[in-house]
């Protein structure tokens, strides 16, 4: 028989349960439904968001165990329902809040925007790092992959099925769940592309900029500290939209040390700066790196990441140089593997180098002097 003691324990204990997709307790979701206890056994109702959800095992599993737990539950059984349509409405409602634009300025979501002069300096891979880099120090971290025609993203973060084709973020009506890796929430155009189509995206200023758009306001990133965006490189569609877009957001500038590549790696930065975009630091990647006998091989030269540094500050505010990475075939590996270095080989020269970027980011908040919070008298 029941007892409004033990019914109450159980709904406590279910209750806390946590959506691994939406990251908040089932009850504050409302997906829990009618509790019994009988001779033992308890009857536990829960509502899934959608049918097919791919957390219904996991989510199951931790309820029943949830109310096992509770003193005289000697048997579980778990009634698996999904929500309305309407229950759904109201939740993405709910979730959604009434901002369009969840990552305007008065948002506590650092927004940091990673950019690049040309390709093939190993922007996405330093993105990939840094996120989850920042992610391991006990950020909430967002990355975003707007390199719509060369995203790599998926890959460098091991997201990626046995047929090698990315998980598609779970829908919630208009609302999407981002995948997550490593603890980091993601989103790229490569999990949209219908099975078997080419990998080529080939569209145009309008489409880019839906896309991006998109990627702001209908995946449900939850409470993020910070929002990392993987650019692509140059100053095209892309970097006008977010500009246009996110004016708040401060801007990595990354560049290996040749100087064509440095020269370029600025123009990117200076358009950046054009949208009320202010610089924070220049990442430079592909560096010297020590053989085992000590000889320092520099591939690429020597002194582009300070040369870029330098003509931003010429330019506008001072903007250090935060980090140089150096070649490693580890760095690589893990970029071809879906395992980022900086957890796979945290003692390789190129992970320490991330990391040290991670730390200096972490301890150089933007201030919120004169910037009005969320927030509002009781």
């Known amino acids: 028989m ?68 509770v003193t005289g539950v000697e048997d579980v059984r778990v009634d698996v329902g999904v929500m309305t349509p309407s229950e759904r409405a109201a939740l993405v409602e709910r979730i959604r809040g009434v901002r369009s634009m969840p990552f305007t300025p008065d948002a506590l979501t650092r927004v940091i925007a990673v950019t690049s002069g040309k390709g093939g300096v ?7 790092n840094l996120a989850v880099a920042l ?44 995948p997550v890796a490593h603890g980091v929430k993601t989103i790229s155009i490569g999990m949209f592309l219908a099975e078997g189509a080419s990998p080529a995206v080939a569209w145009r200023g309008p489409m880019l900029h839906r896309t991006v758009q998109q990627f702001l306001t209908d995946v449900h990133f939850g409470d993020l500290d910070v929002l990392l ?3 692509p490189p140059g100053t095209g569609d892309v970097a006008i939209s977010v500009g246009q877009l996110l004016p ?52 690429f030269g020597a002194g582009g990441g300070e040369a870029v540094a330098s ?16 070649l490693s075939p580890a760095l690589r590996r893990g970029g071809d ?23 200096a980011l972490t301890t150089t908040r933007p201030s919120l002097a004169g910037r ?5 008298p009781a």
């Open 2 to 69: 029941s007892t409004p003691s033990t019914v109450d324990d159980i709904r406590r204990a279910v209750s806390a349960v946590v959506d691994p997709e939406l990251r908040r307790p089932i009850g504050e979701l409302d997906m829990v439904r009618d509790i019994a206890v009988g001779d033992g056994t308890a009857r536990v109702g829960i509502a899934l968001t959608i049918v097919g959800c791919p957390a219904a095992d996991r989510i199951e599993r931790e309820v029943r165990e949830a109310a096992a737990s």
């Open 135 to 178: 992610a391991a120090r006990g950020l909430a971290v967002g990355l975003i992959d707007a390199d719509v025609h060369g995203f790599s993203i998926p890959g460098l973060l091991g997201l990626a099925g046995e047929d090698g084709r990315p998980p598609q973020p779970t829908r919630l009506d208009d609302l999407m769940l981002p």
């Open 337 to 359: 593997t879906g395992a980022p270095v900086v957890l796979s080989d945290p003692g390789d020269p190129a992970a320490r180098a991330i990391s040290a970027v991670a730390d």
């Open 372 to 376: 009005a919070l969320p927030v509002s």
């Open 248 to 299: 708040h957001a401060e801007v990595l500038v990354v560049t290996t040390p040749q100087a064509a590549a440095a020269d370029v790696a600025v123009r990117s930065g200076i358009v950046a700066r054009q949208t009320g975009q202010r610089i924070i630091g220049v990442i430079e990647n592909m560096a010297a790196f020590a053989l085992p006998d000590g000889t320092v091989v520099d591939v």
């Open 122 to 128: 190993g922007k996405s891979t330093v993105t990939a």
């Open 311 to 326: 003509a931003l500050s010429a330019a506008g505010d001072s903007v250090p140089l935060l980090g140089s990475v150096p």
């Open 229 to 231: 965006i993987d650019m």
